[in-house]
């Protein structure tokens, strides 16, 4: 489609161009001296009338500031029925904001349900490439079948995003992200890209700047864009949107939270998403969507409200959004319910109090959720024991831990962990390469597949379907197919 032409790389070639990038024009405009939509396009948090549309002004992107002026720059938007947009559905005005990084976020109402629409930006004379987006069906409706896949993980500095090459072309509804969108540390000067990035864009982050440089190296992929302009995309953060292994801010101080609250709004400024931004150090980012009569997914934030990581007492999510999840186990009354969070509840093989109350509360309503997380940069697929380590435990739902789009670099891992992992009978699956899941769920039956690419240290390489897997409706547990 398109949607995937999008500017390469080589638009990073414009830091240190002397000559301001955008000139400010009587219209209120003005021109560009390059394009401003370096970054692509993406959409989000789709709902069956609704979804968001996001860009970002960027001619340099890989500058502070981006090349705007310190000002609002109105920026024109669309959503057609057809990508030659001669059948335009809605459009409308908003105003990029020097204080969000020039950044929008458009939330379109009044679209019909279960449709794909296409949709661009305009700002001055410069058009967006075009991506494409879809609603989901309306609540309660009766839906036959809906494709989605989950990915997290995607390191910059272990290499090329070929995973998403991939992506691109799967038949999907919607893309899970489940965190490590950026990872926030120092970028050595040799990594597998093979591209000369500034010391002040490599920098370890801490401020709000040095976050948005991080995002728009990442965002400069293409195929990174490409992914984005071809679905709709829901997106929750783990541990490296702030820092390697942040827990909560229990143990931390006024450093850290400043810290987080820059984090925080670099990603809210570069995700396609609904949730309000953050005030200072917090911002809401679990919800909670339905797919017709089909699918509930619950997505969780398991960084924010933690209490360090090892506490067995204290939840994992925080109190408030373990009981949101709890009271709403079910509550839009379909056939599936899906759990997506960053790090899984617990250990592999180790007994975990969070996962254990919530596991017993699914039980309990007799419901079987299906668990996407991601984290571990290896594929592992699993039931869901009502007790881990108890092999003689009811299975409550299945498990699906994605592998990771580049991090740790080329597969296949050390074979040593996992035949450590398969010596649990509730492990059905282990393997290290780099990739996503694609899951297709009907009313019968959710099919899985694990898709992988053969390394990401150099471009270009092949991928293939490692294994599917079957989780029958009517019987929690997964079969390898
Ligand atoms: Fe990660």
Redesign the pocket.
């Not at 997290?152 to 390191?155: E, Y």
């Not at 991601?374 to 940069?377: F, K, N, T, Y």
């Given at each position: 489609m398109s949607g995937a032409a999008v500017t390469s790389v080589a638009a990073a070639g414009v830091l240190g161009q002397a000559a301001p990038a955008f000139a400010a024009s009587t219209s209120g405009v003005g021109s560009f001296r390059s394009y401003p939509f370096s970054l692509g396009i993406a959409s989000g948090d789709p709902l069956p009338d609704s979804v968001i549309l996001w860009t970002r002004l960027a001619p340099e992107p890989l500058a502070v500031g981006s090349g705007m002026p310190q000002r609002k720059v109105p920026v024109h938007w669309q959503v057609a029925d057809d990508e030659a947009f001669k059948h335009i559905v809605t459009e409308g005005e908003i105003f990029a904001l020097p204080e969000n990084n020039h950044s929008v976020h458009v939330d379109v109402r009044g679209l019909r349900p279960d449709r794909w629409y296409f949709y661009r930006f305009r700002c001055g004379s410069e058009l967006s490439p075009v991506g494409r987006t879809r609603t989901l069906p309306a609540l309660g409706a009766t839906v036959s079948s809906f494709n989605f896949a989950h990915v997290?993980?995607?390191?910059w500095i272990n290499g090329h995003y070929t995973a998403y090459r991939d992506l691109a072309r799967e038949n999907l509804d919607v893309v899970f992200h489940l965190?490590?969108y950026i990872?926030e540390t120092q970028i050595p000067v040799t990594t597998p890209r093979g591209i000369d990035v500034a010391a002040e864009v490599r920098a370890p982050c801490h401020s709000v700047d040095e976050y948005r440089l991080r995002y728009a190296l990442y965002k400069l992929d293409a195929n990174l864009q490409a992914s984005h302009a071809a679905f709709p995309w829901v997106v929750t953060w783990?541990?490296?949107e702030v820092a390697n292994d942040y827990a909560g801010a229990a143990d931390r101080g006024k450093l850290e939270l400043e810290r987080r609250a820059a984090g925080y709004k670099a990603w809210w400024e570069n995700i396609p998403t609904r949730m309000a931004p953050p005030v200072g150090p917090d911002m809401k980012v679990y919800r909670r969507f339905a797919v017709g009569n089909l699918v509930q997914f619950d997505v969780l934030d398991g960084r924010q409200y933690r209490k360090g990581n090892n506490d067995p007492v204290v939840s994992k999510i925080g109190d408030e959004q373990e009981a949101w999840l709890i009271d709403g186990i079910g509550s839009y009354d379909t056939t599936w319910n899906v759990m997506a969070v960053?790090q899984q509840l617990g250990g592999v093989a180790q007994n975990s109090p969070t996962r254990n109350r919530i596991y017993q509360a699914y039980y309990d309503r007799g419901v079987s959720p299906v668990i996407l997380a991601?984290?571990?940069?290896w594929t592992l697929v699993s039931d869901a024991l009502l007790r881990i380590p108890d092999a003689s435990s009811p299975i409550v739902g299945s498990q699906f831990i994605g592998t990771?789009i580049t991090?740790?670099g080329d597969g296949p891992g050390d074979p040593a962990t996992v035949t450590g992992w398969m010596k649990n009978p509730w492990v059905k699956y282990a393997q290290g390469y780099r990739g996503y899941f694609r899951h297709t769920v009907t009313p019968t039956g959710m099919t899985s597949t694990q898709h992988n690419v053969q390394f990401v240290t150099r471009p270009d390489a092949p991928g293939w379907d490692a294994q599917s897997f079957y989780i029958d409706a009517s019987r929690p547990g997964v079969q390898l197919l």
């Open positions: 997290s993980c995607q390191n965190g490590d990872y783990d541990d490296h960053g991601g984290d571990l940069h990771s991090s740790t």
